[in-house]
């Protein structure tokens, strides 16, 4: 018969990992997190080259307007 009690006392569960098994969960997960790490740096680096295209027009066009208003030419 179940009672309310047998749920509080029931034997504790006990698993047995091999050391060997172990390691290589452990390098399982090491490895995960390198590629994860590995796929955010190439988004990051794909993001940062897309801003600099779209900085480097901005830059150079603000530049110009600055330097016809003192008035200096960049002919040679």
Do not use: H, W
């Not at 993001?47 to 150079?60: D, G, S, T």
């Amino acid at each position: 018969m179940y009672t309310l009690f047998d749920s509080f006392f029931s034997p504790t569960r006990v698993v047995v990992v091999s050391e060997e098994r172990l390691q290589q969960a452990e390098r399982e997960l090491k490895e995960n997190q390198l590629r994860v790490i590995d796929n955010r740096i190439d988004e990051l680096t794909a993001y940062r080259a897309n801003l600099a295209k779209q900085i480097a027009p901005a830059c150079e066009k603000s530049g110009a307007d600055l330097d016809a208003m003192d008035g200096v030419t960049t002919d040679a």
